[in-house]
DNA sequence: AGCGGGACCTGTGGGC
DNA sequence: TGCCCACAGGTCCCGC
């Protein structure tokens, strides 16, 4: 499922649920939904939130009081189809309830925070700041591509690797998944299959200028919903309605009208217009 | 080094 | 209706 746009979104619309709430509990319903490296989720009760963030696909709980490592963190991992939404406190927990956190607002009204995770690929990181220099996916991820200034695209693809695969590795680049490269690819008019290192400066350029911009009119439309993505209000995203290629192979090209490819590229399917990209 | 394939999980949709 | 297969937004690990 989420990918930047999606994890931003999630982002926007549970920090004004949770912001500035007391951690009364926090119940793990499934044991393989904790990182490895992660704290119990019991040692996070007294901890109080103060901010939700995003970092590349990682959804950033900070919390207080910070301990002598560090500010105190909670880190979610989505994956496919994890949802992270509050509930009334007399809620129970369902089928895929992975943790159930019990909240306390300022006002004293209760509600719980819940991990959803349909396939159980997603999972929850709770640590101090200094434990993620442990954690060697965080410390390898590459810039947010919104943050990346024009040049900088071009020193990171290299190699002979299909630059579809190099822009999934997310020490390339942070954040991007199959949808949105394959969009963004389309946009700026280059195929997936092209090796990496083979772009110009100028084709690197339009492929981030693509990528920025595609990755802005998501956030605006709260993201791409397929099938499981929801916010943490519950509601879907409508990007998917102006995608020109994702899951659109065999159909046509708006473009152009000719008829799109679907190939496997890097174990991902992967669509594009072999007419217009090049 | 880099690739493909499989693993991790569950659910859905299409074809027969 | 029902069964079986393919496939799904991500990442890791293994063997070649």
Redo the contacts with the bound molecule.
């Keep these: 499922?989420?990918?930047l746009p999606?994890v931003e979104t999630v982002a926007r619309t549970l920090s004004p649920h949770i912001i500035d709430d007391l951690i009364l509990s926090a119940t793990l319903l499934r044991p393989?939904s904790l990182h490895r490296l992660s704290m119990p989720l019991s040692s996070l009760a007294g901890c109080r939130i103060t901010g939700v963030r995003r970092r590349?696909?990682?959804l950033v709980i900070d919390l207080e009081p910070p301990t002598p490592a560090g500010p105190t963190l909670l880190i979610a991992?989505?994956?496919?189809?994890g949802r992270l939404f509050v509930t009334a406190q007399a809620t129970p927990p369902e089928?895929?309830t992975r943790c159930a956190m019990l909240l306390q607002k300022p006002s004293g009204e209760l509600q719980q925070l819940f991990f959803n995770d349909?396939?159980?690929?997603g999972q929850l990181l709770a640590c101090r700041q200094n434990d993620l220099a442990a954690w060697?996916?965080w410390r390898a991820l590459g810039p947010e591509p919104l943050s990346m200034a024009q040049d900088d695209l071009k020193p990171r693809l290299?190699?002979?690797?299909?630059v579809k695969?190099a822009l999934?590795d997310?020490k390339v680049i942070a954040g991007?998944?199959?949808?949105y490269v394959d969009e963004s690819l389309f946009d700026s008019r280059i195929l997936p299959t092209r090796p990496a290192g083979s772009l110009t400066g100028d084709e690197c350029r339009a492929l981030l200028r693509s990528i920025q911009a595609i990755l802005r009119k998501a956030i605006a439309k709260k993201?791409?919903?397929?099938?499981?993505?929801r916010d943490a209000d519950g509601n879907s995203?409508s990007f998917q309605k102006g995608f020109f290629v994702?899951?659109r192979g065999g159909k046509e090209c708006k473009i152009c009208g000719n008829t799109l490819e679907r190939i496997?590229?890097?174990?991902?399917?992967t669509v594009y217009c072999s007419h217009c990209q090049q």
């Design positions: 499922m989420p990918e999606e393989s590349a696909k990682l991992h989505l994956r496919m189809t089928k895929h349909t396939r159980a690929f060697e996916f290299n190699g002979g690797r299909p695969t999934l997310q991007l998944g199959n949808i993201g791409s919903s397929i099938r499981d993505y995203g994702y899951g496997k590229l890097g174990g991902r399917s």
